[in-house]
Nanobody, 130 residues
Framework: QVQLVESGGGLVQAGDSLSVSCTVS????????MAWFRQPPGKGREFVSF??????????YYEDSVKGRFTISRDNAKNTLYLQMNRLKPEDTAVYYC?????????????????????WGQGTQVTVSP
């Protein structure tokens, strides 16, 4: 059974950088399309970024508010997905989740839908103070 485990969250100040990771076990990570979502306090889960399984990636997408600040990447040899977050803002405060689906690629509309993904991590808290 596949397991996704996030790590690397924490408390930082506005303008700082932070990297979160997601380690996948139990299945062939190199066949998984992966994404990051986040859930701010009191809000629903929202799309952050997507990466397909190829290295280098063929498809990379970002939500508009994180473009130019966040970078998604993956290391298939380490079964790990990354999200490098720079110039963090208080509005980036959220629980960050990794999500994946094996052997398929989403349409541009379904990519940002949590329902498209079959597997989820438990989340890691990122808090950005003003």
């Amino acid at each position: 059974q596949v397991q996704l485990v996030e790590s690397g969250g924490g408390l930082v100040q506005a303008g700082d950088s932070l990297s979160v990771s997601c380690t996948v076990s139990g299945r062939t990570f190199s066949r998984y399309a992966m994404a990051w979502f986040r859930q701010p306090p009191g809000k629903g889960r929202e799309f952050v970024s997507f990466i397909d399984w190829s290295v280098p990636a063929t498809y990379l997408y970002y939500e508009d508010s994180v473009k130019g600040r966040f970078t998604i990447s993956r290391d298939n040899a380490k079964n790990t997905l990354y999200l490098q977050m720079n110039r963090l803002k208080p509005e980036d405060t959220a629980v960050y989740y990794c999500a994946g689906r094996e052997g398929a690629l989403p349409s541009t509309s379904s990519m940002s839908s949590p329902a498209w993904y079959h597997n989820w991590g438990q989340g890691t808290q990122v808090t950005v103070s003003p």
